[in-house]
């Protein structure tokens, strides 16, 4: 007798989806819309976009602020190219630059990989030393002002270390009462970075170098600073681009003075619009700014290799 057996099922394919068309949109079934972004892009083509393109058409016409701009072509441009004040103004934001990253970073690094280890009254300490991040560089800068002043300030009172107590009246201790108050003001914020990224460091690495016998010292320059590369690399970004935007600082403390010596570009940006009322070359000075920092950060992007940073989590 034989026996009948109902036909087999075709076997269902591996991928459910293969041989079947996909519908459109699916694939975009858990991704934002457009829509979601329309509001950052408004907003950065009024506050971003718009203001640099008028400030582009601005260096090409000459206005004291009242009245109608008088367009006058590539004077302003060919007045800037010749003016010493400008090109000095260049290298004392250089200058400015470097002196910031080699004081901050190497103590920025100590102080991160300190606040991150389990020391005690460490949170306390922590707290305390971040607290010139709650101060904007205005008050900083009027605080410092006031306890440098040269009559009545600590140098008055400490003439043996001081000398005559006028900081401010020559540019070696000019340049470096700026970079010392800003490394007071900002070391804060790198040392967070430091701080975050030093607990991201794997313990079991700490764990196998004492195993073979390193100290701390080699433990610092084997593991952790290798480890700290990618945000070595985000915070000097974020000190350039800072540096090339200081401006209160100077203005507060020492004017730009004495002279010029203390005359970085933004700060002269500042003189030429807004003393001199010659808004057609702070404009074009302005651009320059903006060209300068643009072409440093695309470098030491491009050199750092920040944008193929991959991830440095354990096991990767």
Request: proline content about 7%; charged content about 10%.
């Amino acid at each position: 007798m034989t026996t009948l057996l109902p036909p087999r099922p075709p076997a269902a394919p591996d991928n459910p989806s293969k041989g079947r068309p996909v519908r459109a949109g699916r694939a975009r079934l858990n991704r934002p819309g457009v829509a979601w972004t329309l509001p950052a892009t408004v907003f950065f083509l009024l506050f971003a976009v718009v203001p640099l393109i008028a400030v582009v058409v601005l260096s090409f016409m000459t206005w004291t602020g009242l009245g109608e701009p008088k367009f006058v072509g590539t004077e302003n441009w060919e007045t800037l190219a010749g003016d010493s004040v400008m090109l000095k103004s260049l290298w004392l934001s250089v200058l400015f630059i470097v002196l910031g990253v080699a004081t901050q970073t190497p103590v920025s690094i100590l102080l991160g990989v300190w606040a991150a280890g389990p020391q005690r009254n460490r949170a306390v300490l922590s707290a305390i030393f971040f607290l010139p991040l709650l101060l904007s560089s205005a008050a900083i800068s009027v605080l410092w002002r006031a306890l440098l002043d040269p009559n009545f300030g600590v140098p008055a009172q400490l003439k043996w270390l001081f000398g005559d107590g006028n900081l401010f009246g020559n540019q070696s201790t000019a340049i470096g009462v700026i970079i010392f108050v800003g490394m007071w003001q900002f070391t804060p914020f790198h040392t967070l970075i430091y701080q975050g990224a030093a607990k991201s460091v794997p313990p079991v690495l700490y764990q196998a170098a004492e195993i073979d016998g390193a100290g701390r010292a080699r433990q610092f320059f084997s593991i952790t600073l290798p480890q700290l590369r990618n945000s070595i690399i985000t915070s000097v970004i974020l000190m350039v681009v800072g540096g090339l935007t200081t401006f209160e600082t100077v203005l507060i403390l020492t004017n730009g003075g004495p002279g010029t010596d203390t005359t970085i570009t933004a700060f002269y940006m500042y003189e030429e619009a807004f003393r001199r009322y010659n808004f057609g070359m702070g404009s074009a000075i302005a651009l320059v700014l903006v060209v300068v920092a643009t072409a440093i950060s695309l470098i030491m992007v491009k050199v750092s290799g920040y944008d193929k940073m991959r991830s440095t989590m354990e096991g990767v």
